[in-house]
T-cell receptor, first 112, second 113 residues
Framework: KAGVTQTPRYLIKTRGQQVTLSCSPI?????VSWYQQTPGQGLQFLFE???????NKGNFPGRFSGRQFSNSRSEMNVSTLELGDSALYLC???????????FGNGTRLTVT | TQLLEQSPQFLSIQEGENLTVYCNSS?????LQWYRQEPGEGPVLLVT?????EVKKLKRLTFQFGDARKDSSLHITAAQPGDTGLYLC?????????????FGKGTLLTVNP
């Protein structure tokens, strides 16, 4: 069974640009969650999607958005990038959202 | 907001030593999960503890959930270099249809050969 796949693995962007990250969950998993990981703040919850609907949202500005498609694949978008958005962005899938998470290997975003 | 404090933040030991890392909160959790993250990879679930006072063993790793379900510990016996990684605890709160998972900042463990 294939694991959670995130693309791309690495991204370098400049301030003010926007970026889209992609996540393919484990087959059969309907819940996809996104996290931002930084050395100072650790893992912080961005949002969770279940059956194409955003079910939970963390405390991030509106520049961070996401969506989920009918095949459960998910994308997250960050607009008007800031230097502080540099982080490892992790996607995790689960069967129902309240079951253990299976993480991808992340997308490392660097904003210069 | 449920906050999880992990200690120590960093730990560097020699192969064969024992160690314990802690995960504490003032909040009660419905369950608590432990993950290990290796460089360049995402976190991988090690164990989930659900019942207050529960103890689970995974080879040389022993996990305990506090009686009040507010804290947890991870004990590693005879640490190996392969145990090196970032250990994360995550507390789950389930209220109605809302399920929320809060992560601690982690303990970065280095086991030297």
């Amino acid at each position: 069974k294939a694991g959670v796949t995130q693309t791309p693995r690495y991204l370098i962007k400049t301030r003010g640009q926007q970026v889209t990250l992609s996540c393919s969950p484990i087959s059969g998993h309907r819940s996809v969650s996104w996290y931002q990981q930084t050395p100072g703040q650790g893992l912080q919850f961005l949002f969770e999607y279940f059956s194409e609907t955003q079910r939970n949202k963390g405390n991030f500005p509106g520049r961070f958005s996401g969506r989920q498609f009918s095949n459960s694949r998910s994308e997250m978008n960050v607009s008007t990038l800031e230097l502080g958005d540099s982080a490892l962005y992790l996607c995790a899938s689960s069967l129902s959202g309240n079951s253990p998470l299976h993480f991808g290997n992340g997308t490392r975003l660097t904003v210069t | 907001t449920q906050l999880l404090e992990q200690s120590p933040q960093f730990l560097s030991i020699q192969e064969g030593e024992n160690l314990t890392v802690y995960c504490n909160s003032s909040s009660v959790f419905s369950s608590l999960q432990w993950y290990r993250q290796e460089p360049g990879e995402g976190p991988v679930l090690l164990v989930t503890v659900v019942t207050g006072g529960e103890v689970k063993k995974l080879k040389r790793l022993t996990f305990q959930f506090g009686d009040a379900r507010k804290d947890s510990s991870l004990h590693i016996t005879a640490a190996q270099p392969g145990d090196t990684g970032l250990y994360l605890c995550a507390g789950a709160y389930s209220g109605g249809s809302n399920y929320k998972l809060t992560f601690g900042k982690g303990t970065l463990l280095t086991v030297n050969p």
